[in-house]
């Protein structure tokens, strides 16, 4: 019998199992690869780019690249790192983000990573634009202002709700998220218990009337970084 | 109203047999009886094909040719390429719009014609240049913009437009257009005296390892601008499990300034179809498909003709090689405006029916292509080169050209040259002996590969057109001093922006920033550390984007920024105490203004 195959991590040897993403592979050793688009369970997209990492020497995203035996792969190097804070400097400015007014603030991936990367105010220039809030449904509401175009709502809703409310339309910075009858999100079977309201990383889609339950300042990043290693969380709970 | 919405997308569906996978001519269809594909065709398409409203909208979206509000019967889309812009585009575009009484966008108020913008059409060697509705327009002049809407508002028949037919083929009855071929210098390989039927019968008598063999011994490379190994991509192809195997024939030819497979479309296109045979009895595959990029819709029934003319000639179909046992078919299938769909993945997704989103690799096509199974995607000249390598012989092939980069290479020409057009070189020409070639006396700056490849200046006019030198798809602008290439670089920028499918963030944020950036500099508000960022910003879009778009559309910012750095020197200073000198006070605070005024959003 041979032993598990393994790839290396920062030099550190891992286990994973064939079919396997890099990812996938880091998450069950308990190794934090940053990223935004992926979610466990969900099929992997690869938009981001936030988990690249370089295997056998070539850039890729950790989220769809498969693990393969022997495979060297780098991941908290000094220049993954800093193309990490690009990408996330580039989501800051592409969208409208006032995390001090958001009701996800403390709950946001995106804002999460910042402070993880020590983002302060990022270095691109603000793009500042005119995005849509549809509030249309009763229960739910989009806002675009806030939406990175990760699809993990799109991807909840077909995969897990059975329903497909989402999808996209146009292409290049004119991108943007739809519901997927007419054009606003009351034309749809959305409803306010579907998980794909759960899957958004940042504050575009919530649900209405809950704002502000858990007060800010006892919020999950409010106190521990995102990706903190288990036991770190635990203890700060 | 309804009732026909209905019937139209009905019939569209019955033409396809409800094959969902055929979105794309379903669409097309519907746009182009409809003159657009409005909500409630989306409907009934997604009852009807049983594709989820979702997808039907993304795609209609997605594609520059689709409309989902009506907007006219007839269609004029300027072409507003860089080199239609050096060609006089703004004042045939002012023409057009002072004509119709409309601006770029907009419809006339009887809602007979709109006027569009739009990217390369594949003609900037007969620039500047328009499509109205499938017709081709070349050689446009404000004059002449001006007499082509007095036409069309008295017959509305874009086809009248033409007076005089192009040579060769464009005066064939089924494609009657004003295109030149200007083709330069032709053959040895490619462009060589058509032997129909001949390489067919020879690779009939070898096996298909030994096509492949023949294909490597000749060391050909691809053309479509990535210059993989033909014969590994098809052994790759040939070695994945699976019963049904494709061949698909890139003709979306979407790089800015190209045009050459065009030409071999028009007057080699026995040469194609029988490079995609031979592809097919290469790796076991039974089906092919062209996919015609949308502006090239004025070639396709000629094209129709030439498969039915090789299907009765036994060239295609049950017959190509009886003794073998192989069979092999071919079917067009129509891009509708997105040079993303050039891109092997995405093109792949264009035929299955979606919008022109690339695929994560691996796996590539070759293991898992169109449907699912082995694909082997070549461009039109690759397999052109396929067929001569058959019919001529592997050695006569390789004798050409370079150790790394065996045979010639169609170049596409335009720009500040007084014969712009098609030429064939050997590999390993000079830039310079090129530009003799052309009458490129003046050239200043030469964007070879066109916007994704690179901007050179005169120090590399010595250097050559290799896959280890200066490589390239087979676009050569040229610009003559007059020209300023940051406004070059913006251009193309702008184009990348356009065309970005917008699904990973480096490629459809970056664009944006880089296009952006270069208008600050240009403004003369740039500092230093712009182009420091335009360094870094172009470095994050090569690793990390999803795709070769991403991973290249920096291009003209950063191979001219490493060409032409002085001229970006001259317009940065460092700023001034305390003030960067973006910042504009007045621009920062109109928003403010504006509300305090009293304006709404
Ligand atoms: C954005 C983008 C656009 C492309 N457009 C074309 C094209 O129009 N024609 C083409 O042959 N290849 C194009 N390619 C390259 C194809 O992906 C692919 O490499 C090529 O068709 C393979 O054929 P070859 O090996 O014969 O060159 C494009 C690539 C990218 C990234
Ligand atoms: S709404 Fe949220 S989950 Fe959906 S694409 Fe936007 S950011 Fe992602
Ligand atoms: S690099 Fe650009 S074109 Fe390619 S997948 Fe990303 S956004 Fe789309």
């Known amino acids: 019998m041979s032993a598990d195959p393994s790839l290396i991590l920062d030099g550190r040897e891992i286990p994973f199992v064939p079919g396997q993403t890099i990812l996938q592979a880091a998450d069950d050793a308990g190794v934090y690869i940053p990223r935004l688009c992926d979610k466990p369970g969900l099929e992997p997209f690869g938009s981001c780019r936030v988990c690249v990492v370089r295997a056998n020497g070539r850039t890729v995203s950790s989220c769809t690249y498969p693990a393969s035996l022997g495979m060297v792969v780098e991941s908290e190097t000094p220049e993954l790192q800093a193309m990490r804070k690009v990408l996330l400097e580039m989501l800051f400015v592409e969208g409208n983000h006032f995390c001090m007014s958001c009701e996800k603030s403390g709950h946001c991936e995106l804002q999460a990573l910042g402070y993880r990367f020590g983002i302060t105010a990022p270095q691109f220039e603000y793009q500042f634009p005119h995005r849509e809030v549809d509030a249309s449904h009763p229960d739910i509401l989009i806002d675009h202002n806030r939406c990175i175009l990760c699809a993990r709502c799109v991807r909840t809703s077909r995969d897990l709700d059975g329903k497909e409310v989402f999808g996209f339309v146009g292409r290049g910075p004119h991108k943007r998220l739809a519901a997927s009858t007419g054009s606003r999100l009351k034309d749809t079977n959305a409803d306010v218990t579907d998980r794909a309201i759960d899957a958004c990383p940042v504050g575009a889609l919530l649900r209405k009337r809950v704002g502000f339950a858990v007060p800010v300042g006892q919020r999950p990043y409010d106190t521990v970084p995102i990706g903190a290693p288990e036991p770190v969380q635990e203890a700060r709970r | 109203m309804t009732t026909s919405v209905d019937t139209v997308v009905r019939e569209a569906c019955v033409s396809v047999g409800h094959d969902p996978t055929r979105l794309m001519d379903v669409a097309r269809e519907v746009q182009a009886r409809l003159g657009c594909i409005p909500p409630a065709a989306v409907d009934a398409i997604h009852h009807d094909l049983h594709v989820s409203r979702a997808q039907v909208q993304s795609l209609v979206s997605f594609y520059a040719f689709f409309d989902d509000h009506p907007t006219s019967q007839i269609t004029i889309r300027v072409c507003d390429d860089v080199v239609d812009r050096l060609a006089g585009y703004d004042r045939v575009a002012k023409a057009f719009a002072d004509e119709l009484g409309v601006t770029i966008g907009q419809t006339t108020a009887d809602g007979a014609i709109s006027l569009q913008r739009t990217a390369c059409i594949g003609m900037s060697d007969q620039a500047p240049a328009a499509l109205v509705g499938n017709v081709v327009v070349t050689d446009l002049s404000a004059e002449r913009a001006r007499q082509v809407v007095a036409e069309l508002r008295a017959h509305r028949d874009p086809q009248r437009l033409i007076k005089k037919l192009g040579d060769g083929n464009n005066a064939h009855p089924l494609v009657k257009a004003m295109v030149r071929n200007n083709i330069r210098q032709a053959g040895p390989i490619v462009m060589s005296e058509p032997r129909r039927g001949e390489a067919i019968r020879k690779a009939a008598a070898l096996s298909p390892a030994e096509v492949i063999r023949a294909v490597k011994t000749a060391r050909l490379r691809g053309r479509g601008g990535a210059g993989f190994p033909t014969g590994i991509k098809w052994e790759m192809a ?89 069979e092999f078919d071919i079917r067009i299938q129509m891009g509708a405006g997105a040079y993303v769909c050039g891109e092997e993945s995405a093109l792949l997704e264009s035929c299955e029916g979606r919008r022109g989103d690339p695929r994560n690799r691996p796996p590539f096509p070759a293991q898992r292509g169109y449907l699912g199974c082995p694909t082997v995607v070549n461009n039109v000249e690759t397999l052109c080169c396929v067929t001569r390598i058959l019919d001529a012989g592997s050695a006569a092939f390789s004798e050409l050209g370079s150790r790394q980069s065996a045979g010639t290479k169609l170049l596409s020409v335009s720009g500040d040259v007084s014969r712009p057009g098609v030429y064939e070189v050997p590999f390993g020409t000079p830039i310079q002996d090129v530009l003799a070639l052309c009458g490129g006396r003046d050239a200043t700056a030469l964007q070879v590969g066109g916007p994704s490849g690179r901007m050179v200046g005169p120090a590399d006019f010595e250097r050559t057109i290799c896959y280890d030198d200066i490589a390239t798809g087979g676009a050569l602008v040229v610009f003559d001093s007059t020209r300023n290439p940051l406004e070059i670089a913006h251009a193309y920028m702008e184009f990348f922006e356009d065309e970005s499918c917008g699904y990973c963030t480096p490629c459809r944020v970056g664009n944006v920033l880089l296009r952006k950036g270069l208008e600050k500099v240009l403004a003369g508000r740039g500092e230093p550390s712009d182009l420091e960022q335009f360094e870094q910003i172009a470095k994050v879009m090569k690793a990390a984007s999803r795709c070769g778009l991403g991973q290249t559309s920096f291009n003209p910012v950063l191979s001219s920024l490493q060409s032409f750095r002085y001229q970006y020197e001259t317009l940065v200073a460092e700023p001034a105490q305390g003030r960067r000198r973006g910042f504009d006070l007045d621009v920062a605070t109109a928003e403010a203004a504006r509300i305090r005024a009293g304006g709404t959003q």
């Open chain 2, 238 to 326: 040939r070695a994945a499990p699976g019963a049904r195997k494709f061949v698909v024939c890139n003709a979306d030819e979407g790089e800015p300034g190209t045009f050459k497979d065009r030409v071999l479309l028009t007057e080699w296109p026995d040469r194609v179809f029988a490079g995609m045979t031979i592809a097919g009895y290469a790796l076991g595959a039974r089906e092919g498909i062209l996919y015609l990029r949308a502006e090239y819709a004025y070639l396709r029934a000629f094209l129709e003709d030439v498969l039915a003319r090789r299907r009765s000639d036994g060239l295609l179909g049950r017959d190509v090689m009886p003794r073998r046992g192989f």
